[in-house]
């Protein structure tokens, strides 16, 4: 079993519709999960963090835990054409040292 | 301010040789990560320095070594390269370490091993 799960995609959503990516985790002891976002060709960019069980909104976007059930997701609201990436969820597993492990990504296309 | 920088940006080797990876973290971040990307799979961690010691290594072999200077830079060494280093390594800044700290990253070098 892997240590973050995603399924890989592609998802493809019409553009203004909601995008929902979801990710699973293994370890209980996690306390902080990540929604990174990659373009082709380039290095992740972290778009948000979430600590606390429940829902966090910035913009757009909201990521959404549930530490029960060792979920994470992220909805992205009235998508856009430049949504489209692989986003990348992560989770801190912290002993002594922030080792953060990545799941292999969701391939998002946004659709005209 | 300036985000993370990491030198070369494309590097190309070939089997057998030696390399080093530069990073230089966002100013007064203390902690820079090493992960390796290769294509369709998300980074792996390779090691963790704070403070100028390191945190943590991930599952690479000996082969890979790191080290975090004074002023809070990095360099990622590999020795002996195989064709399976090919990948894009990936500097990750952040304040500290912790349980809750965020991570940065800068644009990556692009290594070739041939």
């Known amino acids: 079993q892997k240590e973050v799960e995603q399924n890989s995609g592609p998802l493809s959503v019409p553009e203004g519709a909601i995008a929902s990516l979801n990710c699973t985790y293994s370890d209980r002891g996690s306390q902080s999960f990540f929604w990174y976002r990659q373009y082709s060709g380039k290095s992740p960019e972290l778009i948000m963090s979430?600590?606390?069980?429940g829902d966090k909104e910035d913009g757009r976007f909201t990521a959404q835990l549930n530490k029960a059930s060792q979920y994470v997701s992220l909805l992205i609201r009235d998508s856009q054409p430049s949504d489209s990436a692989t986003y990348l969820c992560a989770v801190n597993r912290y002993s002594s040292a922030s080792k953060i492990i990545f799941g292999s990504g969701t391939r998002l296309s946004i659709r005209p | 301010d300036a985000g993370v920088t990491q030198s070369p940006t494309h590097l190309i080797k070939t089997r057998g040789q030696h390399v080093t990876l530069r990073c230089s973290p966002i100013s007064g971040h203390k902690s820079v990560s090493w992960y390796q990307q290769v294509l369709g799979q998300g980074p792996q961690f390779i090691f963790q320095?704070?403070?100028?010691?390191?945190?943590g290594r991930g599952n690479f072999p000996d082969r890979f070594s790191a080290r975090q200077f004074p002023n809070y830079s990095s360099e990622l060494n590999v020795n002996a390269l195989l064709l399976g280093d090919s990948a894009l390594y990936l500097c990750a800044s952040s304040l500290i370490t912790s349980d809750y700290n965020e991570q940065f990253f800068g644009p990556g070098t692009r290594l070739t091993v041939l």
């Open positions: 979430i600590y606390s069980n």
């Open positions: 320095y704070y403070e100028k010691e390191e945190r």
